[in-house]
């Protein structure tokens, strides 16, 4: 049976800290709760750990009400690992991890052979039992987490709550725990509820997402449902490009700084135009380093789902679109040359090449009849990129031919742009 949060309200005082919050956590599911500082996160693992009683709604585990378990059952059952898990005794990690068997003892009942051998067990779990005859507080961060992690199991609970278990340690340790807490889930069968701050580790591993805002929910599901640029930039007010990426077929979220904002205020502004011709991703970089840079950009003709297209609108560029996986058409075509007349520059980026796209090499060779200066970035690796049988490459050496100027990098693309001024260069 699941565990259900079921229209929870919670109070700090009189501040209402959640707000009608609704979600299901299934038996061998890890579920990740995101948000931004102040949504709610760890008053949610309160609420649902009982530090705190909710003033409205319930927290039901096989259809009972957690609230109305005893004290002890409750902690046979539930299991949680503390944001701040600094212990100031000097304890030996195995003495800390035995305290996870409180629950199953009676009053002044000394631990047995069967406590013990639990112990070890959840310590060779979480891979931390070389750590037993050593001082807490000697531990790494990381160490110590595995630690606390192991002390939770002890208490052989059907769900466990962490309060970010990964934050401030090392990528190591960050991957570590994320696969303890999988294996938990997929082989122990937990019901595993982890606040974490790193949206990308949260994707990696996370069967689905809970996204708060505010005390409320603003998403919930799986990592494509909740992973959203328009999700983001409303829980977290940032510009983010939300992709799957090609090895792991994963979410990712990649921030996008506000380039064009930084350099009006440190004054960089120009009034140069450079439009770039892109597509395959091999715009977006030079789109954050010319807005950074006050340049004015343009660009064109990429196809709708294209990366480059997806940080242009974030950048609020200007740019010329196709359809997916269709050649450009006369309209695109014509759109994109109205483009470039604008442009006091025209950058040819290294992009892959094929029947679709020709015309983006033939508006290259047009910009250089209006007059255009026109900079092809890579231009001796046009082979590996060319999937027209020979057709681009031949059309690109015309254009070096023509004077379109070769550069062999952006640093080297920079120094020629501090050259253009509005009206040519």
């Excluded at 565990?3 to 501040?15: F, R």
């Excluded at 629950?103 to 047995?112: C, D, F, I, N, Q």
């Excluded at 494509?224 to 090609?246: D, M, Q």
Aim: overall charge negative; charged content about 25%.
């Amino acid at each position: 049976m699941p565990l259900e949060i079921k229209e929870v309200d919670a109070y700090y005082g009189i501040e209402k800290v959640l707000e009608s919050v609704d979600f299901s956590a299934a038996q061998g599911e890890l579920l990740g709760v995101i948000g931004p500082n102040g949504s709610g996160k760890t008053t949610l693992l309160r609420a649902i750990s009982r530090i705190i009683r909710p003033k409205a709604g319930t927290v039901l585990l096989d259809d009972r009400d957690v609230m109305k378990m005893k004290d002890r059952e409750f902690s046979r059952i539930f299991a949680a690992v503390p944001q701040d898990t600094t212990v100031n005794f000097e304890f030996s990690a195995r003495d800390v991890v035995l305290m996870g068997r409180n629950p199953h003892l009676g009053r002044l009942e000394l631990e047995t052979g069967r406590d013990m051998e639990i112990a070890k067990t959840c310590m060779e779990l979480t891979r931390c039992w070389y750590l037993a005859d050593r001082p807490i507080t000697k531990l790494s961060g990381g160490e110590r987490q595995l630690v606390i992690i192991a002390r939770a199991l002890t208490q052989e609970p059907r769900v466990l709550l962490l309060d970010e278990p990964t934050s401030h340690l090392d990528i190591n340790y960050q991957i570590e725990i994320m696969e303890l807490l999988k294996r938990l889930t997929t082989y122990e069968g937990l019901i595993v509820i982890a606040v974490i701050h790193d949206l990308n580790l949260a994707a990696q591993y996370c069967d689905r997402l809970v996204l708060l805002h505010k005390g409320g929910i603003a998403a919930v599901g799986t990592q494509e449902e909740v992973l959203t640029s328009a999700n983001i930039k409303y829980a977290f007010g940032a510009n983010v490009i939300a992709k799957r990426h090609a090895l792991t077929n994963l979410c990712y979220v990649s921030p996008v700084p506000a380039s064009s904002k930084r350099s009006t205020s440190t004054g960089n502004k120009t009034n140069a135009t450079i439009h770039l011709i892109c597509g395959g991703g091999e715009g977006a970089s030079l789109m954050h380093i010319l807005t950074d840079k006050g340049y004015g950009v343009t660009a064109g003709v990429v196809n709708l789902l294209d990366t480059d297209n997806e940080v242009a609108q974030l950048l609020h560029i200007p740019v010329v679109t196709e359809a997916p996986f269709s050649a450009i058409t006369d309209d695109a075509f014509q759109a994109h040359l109205a483009m470039i007349q604008k442009a006091n520059a025209v950058v040819l980026c290294s992009i892959p090449v094929g029947f679709g796209n020709l015309r983006n090499l033939e508006a290259a060779e047009v910009a250089l009849e209006m007059g255009k200066s026109v900079f092809v970035l890579d231009a001796n690796g046009i082979e590996d990129r060319d999937f027209t049988d020979g057709e681009a490459t031949r059309v690109l050496s015309k254009l070096k031919i023509r004077g379109a100027l070769p550069i062999k990098n952006q640093v080297e693309m920079l120094e020629k742009l501090n050259h253009v001024q509005e009206g040519g260069c």
